[in-house]
């Protein structure tokens, strides 16, 4: 932990307040201490050995100016004599850090208050904690930040009344990030707040990451807990997971088969159109009589051929053609009906048949010999 400094306005007569005037002095230019303590200046260079290599101006290490232990050396500055020497935290006195804002600042003394003191260290101290602080800790807090953020996103929330989703077509939880934790930490039902919330989310105006550079304790200890069970959070994700796929499949089956239902009932729609239509064209229900089956529509055929025979059969049937025997006994045979085959002629045929000369048996005449024999001479004629 870094020592709390309160920086005092001037030295007092202390052993040590007095050991560092006395070196002060003996390293200026002056000759009285009043005088010659303005010749120095703090310069806002701070290390600690967990920063790194002891800076040049650390000319005893771990001790102050004055001879005391020290932790945390301050470098200060003598402009007149370009002595450079360190300080501890109890020393940095105010008058050292004034000229140091005053050439800043541009200010005069008697307008740089307390404050402005306090941050001045403040500063400077926490600069240097960060940089300790990420140089022995940056690398696995980044490693396990990585790991945990997008999951974090997603299991350290709050519900907060429902809302309609549209796309899986239900009410679900509407859900906040949890910006608190509930609970004590470590114990059974704790719920962390969100470590992205607190570190660094563009919405949180006091992400650590802009105001401290560094996370608290809590955090960081919230962060260790995270990562070292995030198979938990990876298995209760997975599982929401699933529930939004089955529920999309779900829905998808049931768009298909509303789609399906809407198909048949547009056939069956079509079909009774086209049926009623026909019922209205006295030539094809007397062809259809004729060739004794009942009106049909092409859509009655089981597949894509036979949709096609029965749509041009209709039309020859439409435009007074005879048909052949062959097309007579497949018109037959799609509208699944195979009477004509051994069914005696209508009288209408056998009439027909008498009209146009036929010399053979009529009484014993089949339906499919007649139509045969109506075809065969109309051709006869035609030649």
Partial sequence: MVKEISPKRALGNGRWDRKLKERMVALSKADDYDDAKHEWVATGEVWWEGVGAMPHWCNTPFKCLCGHDIVYHFEIHNTETEVREAVGSDHINSYLILRAIREETGLSDEFITDEMIEEWI?????????????????????EMFDAVKDLDLRVNVREDGKYYDSQFREYRPRNFIRKRAEGEFGKPGYKMASIVWRWNHPDNPKAQANRKGWPNNKLYNDLLMFYYTINDAKDWCEKQDKINTDRLVELKNIDDAAIEKRRKFEERKKMVATVQEIQHLPVFVEACEYYDVKPFVPEEGKDAWEVKFLTDIKKRMV???????KQAQKLWDVLRTN???TVPATEKQKNYLIRLGYEGDIDEITKAE????????KQERMK
Avoid: C, M, Q
């Fill in 122 to 142: 403040e500063v400077r101290v926490e600069a240097l904690k960060k940089t300790v602080w990420w140089r022995n800790n940056g690398e696995h807090f980044t």
């Fill in 319 to 325: 435009d007074g053609n005879v048909l052949t025997e």
């Fill in 370 to 377: 007649a139509s045969v024999a109506i075809s065969e001479i």
């Fill in 339 to 341: 009477k004509a085959v």
